[in-house]
């Protein structure tokens, strides 16, 4: 059920928030500021991360929230002055770089640093200290240096977490893997309660987030999972947003209600500001209003460039929506859905993108985005229907996509999705609904952390009618585990036996390769 405070009519609450959606960011050292402070209660609940390395730097984050789910999290007006520490070791006896930053009430007394100058392609620890309370100790590392030999990487590909759908075991799992990095495709939090509540194993206890504190909140209730802050202790995080973050099926300025532009804004500025705040993004991440670059890549010496793509703010709206509705559909004939005109990336993210390949000199290339690029066609037998919130919705953005990984002759591209709740592998073809055409890159998509899937009856249908999905299973959450070398990349798939109950075992659902310099998956 969607909200609507009581008394208001849903304008006039959007027009109220639209007042107050641009906050400009504040200065890392305030006027006014609480050095005295002493908390009673731990103020480090939301744990720490760290994120977005490079080769000498990375951002370190932590959110002071004595009280997590009260609006201001327990913490007072005035800014915090925060003690930071990153050492060369575990036990902190080679402090390599220290300094204070202050926390403050305008981003939710939330904490960036971007430590700079450090040795290349190595761990290290760090922690933070504030009120007289010391914070649990992170774990992150340093990408290699650009075109350094490097011999391996292992990550993990996560999304779509509905808190109410299961437990976050899938993060515990992880910490066996011994992971360089984790890579998260969107959906970190919900905005809204739906699907099988007969199957709900725990609440999130609030209606739809609309407010900042709606989603400060959201966030917070999430973040307070054990095995999401282990997991995100344990090594350095990328993140992109799909839809969730804000609103369901959202494109860019038109919200799945059709709310007046202007008004969603004030929303998405809410929902990105929180995003921020809860994130170990870069200060070049910080939002303006409801406005925030989000796309950028990282490299990882001569082996690996991981280009993070955001696929969502600045879309167009889905073709052919249901009368008096916006969001998704799915259509058999629509003219507007092929209509060059449309975008999945923006034609600023496009020429980027295009550059990008075009300067990469690294032995593979990944993509990593919110939604399927496999051509899918749902409908059974003769004739086509396709799902338009996806890339199958945008096929004129899709056939630039891959042009400019054709053009470029990139070296083995690689695409990585989520969204769908389901195993995905799939060869993504120069014509994508010919598989007779070349194959111009892989795709692998991550079944969901938490969130209940579709009827695997469903999709054993759609396999018939699309030859170039190798697979697609809806049946276990889990996450993917990836190992590339310069030799070939192998991809795990990690099923989950349960999210209903805090513990569970493990299987590898699926394995496929693929080895360098040849296109395709094959099953390994």
Not at 167 to 190: F, K, N, S
Request: net charge neutral; aromatic share 10%; glycine share 6%.
């Amino acid at each position: 059920m969607r909200r609507q405070p009581a008394g208001t009519s849903r304008r006039t609450f959007l027009t109220a928030l639209a007042a107050g959606a641009v906050v400009p960011f504040v200065s890392a050292r305030p006027s006014r500021a609480d050095a005295s402070l002493r908390f009673e209660d731990d103020p480090f609940k939301l744990g720490v991360a760290s994120g977005f390395p490079t080769s000498d730097a990375c951002v370190l984050w932590t959110r002071l929230t004595p009280t997590p789910a009260a609006p201001d999290g327990g913490m007072p007006d005035a800014a915090v002055p925060v003690d930071w520490e990153i050492a060369a070791d575990e036990r902190f006896e080679r402090i390599v770089q220290r300094g204070i930053v202050y926390a403050t009430r305008d981003w939710a007394h939330s904490v960036h640093v971007e430590p700079s100058g450090l040795e290349a392609g190595r761990p290290y620890w760090y922690r933070f200290t504030a009120g007289g309370v010391r914070s649990p100790v992170g774990r992150t590392a340093t990408a290699p240096a650009p075109a350094a030999r490097t011999r391996h990487l292992r990550f993990a590909v996560a999304s779509c977490q509905q808190y109410e759908h299961g437990y976050y075991t899938a993060y515990q799992q992880m910490l066996q893997d011994e992971l360089d990095l984790v890579v998260h495709v969107g959906d970190y939090i919900y905005e809204l309660t739906w699907g099988k509540e007969n199957e709900f194993v725990r609440s999130h206890g609030a209606p739809e987030c609309y407010t900042l504190d709606d989603y400060r909140a959201r966030y917070a209730l999430y973040k307070g999972d054990a095995n999401l802050r282990a997991a995100h202790a344990a090594c350095p995080w990328l993140v992109t947003w799909d839809d969730h973050e804000v609103d369901n099926d959202y494109a860019d300025a038109t919200s799945e209600e059709n709310d007046e532009p202007e008004l969603f804004l004030a929303r998405r500025a809410a929902a990105y500001r929180a995003y921020y705040e809860h994130m170990p993004l870069p200060r070049r991440a910080v939002p303006f209003g409801p406005y925030m670059r989000l796309y950028t890549e990282r490299g990882y010496g001569d082996l690996v460039n991981l280009v993070m793509l955001d696929e969502r703010q600045y879309r167009s709206p889905q073709a052919c929506p249901p009368p008096g509705r916006r969001g998704s559909a799915r259509v058999s004939s629509c003219a507007e859905l092929a209509s060059p005109e449309r975008t999945k990336l923006g034609s600023r993210q496009e020429e980027w993108l295009a550059w990008r390949l075009a300067a990469s000199k690294a032995r593979w290339n990944v993509l990593a985005q919110g939604t399927v690029v496999a051509y899918m066609d749902e409908q059974p037998g003769p004739g086509e229907k396709f799902w338009t919130d996806g890339w199958n919705g945008y096929p004129a953005a899709r056939d630039r996509l891959l042009a400019a990984i054709a053009s470029t002759h990139v070296s083995n591209p690689l695409l990585l999705s989520g969204d769908i709740h389901a195993f995905a592998a799939a060869n993504l073809n120069r014509v994508p609904s010919d598989a007779s055409t070349p194959i111009v890159a892989s795709e692998l998509t991550t079944t969901s952390i938490s969130s209940q899937g579709v009827p695997q009856a469903q999709l054993d249908q759609r396999r018939k009618d699309n030859p170039s999905l190798l697979m697609l299973n809806s049946e276990s959450r889990g996450y993917l585990r990836l190992d590339i070398t310069p030799e070939r990349m192998r991809a795990d798939m990690i099923a989950l036996d349960t999210v209903a109950r805090p513990e569970s075992g493990r299987h590898v659902a699926a394995t496929f390769v693929v080895e360098s310099g040849r296109a395709g998956l094959v099953r390994g």
